[in-house]
């Protein structure tokens, strides 16, 4: 996301300075730096492509992966795709020359794109933590309600939450497009829309995202520490006991008959007997709690990187507005954190295929499948 400029003077992000190289710099130096940083660029660029792609096409191609939840997350594959096809490669030219010479077009392009995409996989990272949470503190109703369409409106809204951000710069741009030749960023006087953008598109949601995994870490736990219940269990089908030996037994019955016996070869219930749960069912169980354990801190990490990789540059683009001419940031420091952020669009599905275990297995087949073939 493209910093906001409020004059040349403050050298922010995209402002051409030659003041940043050391004078006793040579030309070759200045050279081999811009070749490494370009390098390191394009391959930033080029794995956020493939590892988002990689998100996408695992659950077109998988069935089991056919979930509303992970519709959620594919849609944030999405936005991260085209975070790096519509920004960064711009970027890269942009953050190696310093001087913007694509023209006016391709610059309200360019911006629009970065504002509303950027804003846009972060929105989804509050959406998909919404999901979770509502699932973990409401699972059965929200089973229900869970569904492909709510998945499509909850997108919906993101895309047009990220829209009403990015809109607003493009009006003032064209009333200042002679003035803005040889940068290219949101230049604007109005702090009013800074605190808005920036509240919108990170200081509201990661409030919001905090929130929500202090609650799913809390049920989580919850879920986790309550031990499944052993005694009094009553199956429709077949009750499940456990015997001396350890050996399950299994009676047909849908009911229990305190007292009474039943046919030869089936077991006998006396009064006051206590009913266990069988191995494989608290087998499930363990299962079960292994999952939201991990779900639990899959989330928990996201929510880290993406602090880590967007709190720099919106402390940044919030201050330098309101203090002006008081603060001054360097624009190297200005391109690393606005890098930074870009990360994160490699991050997020780096984290959800290395914790993901559903993800893992069906990459694992992909691979097979092609190795076969």
Same mark, same amino acid.
């Given at each position: 996301?493209t910093p906001?400029?409020?004059?040349?003077?403050?050298?922010t992000?995209?402002t051409p300075?030659t003041? /940043?190289? %050391?004078?006793?710099?040579e030309?070759?130096?200045? #050279?081999?730096?811009? /070749?490494? #940083?370009?390098?390191v660029l394009?391959?930033?660029?080029l794995a $956020?492509?493939?590892?988002?792609?990689?998100? !996408?096409v695992? !659950?077109?191609l998988?069935?089991?992966?056919?979930? %509303?939840a992970?519709?959620?997350?594919?849609s944030?594959a999405a936005?991260? @795709?085209?975070v790096?096809?519509?920004?960064m =490669?711009?970027?890269?030219a942009y953050?190696?020359?310093?001087?913007?010479t &694509?023209?006016q077009?391709?610059?309200?392009?360019w911006l629009?794109?970065d504002? $509303?995409?950027?804003?846009?996989?972060i929105?989804?990272l509050?959406?998909?933590? @919404?999901d979770r949470?509502?699932a973990?503190?409401?699972?059965?109703?929200?089973?229900?309600r869970r569904?492909?369409?709510r998945?499509?409106?909850?997108?919906?809204?993101?895309?047009v939450?990220s829209?009403? !951000?990015?809109m607003?710069? #493009? &009006?003032?741009?064209?009333a200042?497009?002679?003035?803005?030749?040889a940068?290219?960023?949101v230049?604007?006087?109005?702090i009013?829309?800074?605190?808005?953008?920036?509240?919108?598109a990170?200081?509201? *949601?990661t409030?919001?995202?905090?929130?929500?995994y202090s609650?799913?870490?809390?049920?989580?736990? $919850?879920?986790?520490l309550? =031990?499944p219940?052993?005694?009094?269990?009553? &199956?429709?089908?077949?009750?499940?006991? $456990?015997?001396?030996?350890? +050996?399950?037994?299994?009676?047909?019955?849908?009911?229990l008959?305190e007292?009474h016996s039943?046919?030869?070869g089936? =077991?006998v219930?006396?009064n006051?007997v206590k009913?266990?749960?069988?191995?494989?069912?608290l087998?499930r169980k363990r299962?079960s709690?292994a999952?939201?354990?991990?779900?639990?801190?899959?989330?928990?990490?996201?929510?880290?990187a993406?602090?880590?990789?967007w709190? *720099?540059f919106?402390?940044?683009?919030?201050?330098? %507005?309101?203090?002006?001419?008081a603060?001054?940031?360097? %624009?190297?420091l200005?391109d690393?954190?606005?890098?930074?952020?870009?990360?994160?669009s490699l991050i997020? =599905?780096?984290i959800?295929t290395?914790f993901?275990d559903?993800?893992?297995?069906?990459f694992?087949k992909?691979?097979?499948?092609?190795k076969? +073939?």
């Amino acid at each position: 996301m493209t910093p906001y400029n409020q004059s040349t003077e403050l050298s922010t992000w995209g402002t051409p300075n030659t003041s /940043v190289i %050391p004078e006793e710099w040579e030309e070759g130096d200045l #050279l081999g730096l811009k /070749v490494s #940083l370009a390098v390191v660029l394009v391959a930033i660029t080029l794995a $956020t492509m493939l590892s988002n792609a990689f998100v !996408i096409v695992t !659950i077109i191609l998988t069935r089991k992966l056919h979930t %509303p939840a992970n519709y959620l997350i594919g849609s944030l594959a999405a936005t991260d @795709l085209l975070v790096s096809i519509l920004v960064m =490669p711009i970027s890269i030219a942009y953050t190696i020359s310093r001087t913007w010479t &694509f023209g006016q077009i391709v610059c309200d392009i360019w911006l629009s794109s970065d504002i $509303t995409c950027c804003t846009a996989s972060i929105l989804h990272l509050c959406v998909i933590a @919404l999901d979770r949470y509502w699932a973990i503190t409401d699972a059965l109703e929200y089973t229900k309600r869970r569904t492909a369409g709510r998945a499509a409106f909850m997108i919906g809204v993101v895309w047009v939450i990220s829209i009403c !951000i990015s809109m607003p710069p #493009l &009006f003032w741009r064209q009333a200042k497009a002679h003035e803005e030749e040889a940068f290219c960023a949101v230049n604007t006087d109005q702090i009013s829309y800074t605190i808005y953008s920036t509240c919108g598109a990170f200081y509201i *949601p990661t409030v919001l995202l905090i929130i929500l995994y202090s609650r799913i870490y809390v049920a989580a736990r $919850t879920r986790i520490l309550k =031990p499944p219940s052993l005694y009094g269990k009553r &199956f429709t089908t077949a009750q499940l006991i $456990t015997g001396s030996a350890g +050996s399950s037994l299994c009676s047909l019955s849908s009911n229990l008959h305190e007292g009474h016996s039943h046919s030869s070869g089936s =077991p006998v219930f006396i009064n006051h007997v206590k009913i266990k749960v069988a191995d494989s069912v608290l087998e499930r169980k363990r299962i079960s709690a292994a999952r939201e354990r991990k779900a639990t801190k899959t989330l928990g990490i996201i929510l880290g990187a993406f602090i880590f990789c967007w709190l *720099p540059f919106f402390v940044m683009t919030l201050v330098l %507005p309101i203090c002006q001419e008081a603060c001054w940031f360097h %624009p190297i420091l200005l391109d690393f954190f606005t890098w930074l952020g870009y990360l994160n669009s490699l991050i997020n =599905p780096v984290i959800y295929t290395a914790f993901n275990d559903e993800f893992k297995q069906a990459f694992q087949k992909m691979m097979k499948f092609k190795k076969c +073939s």
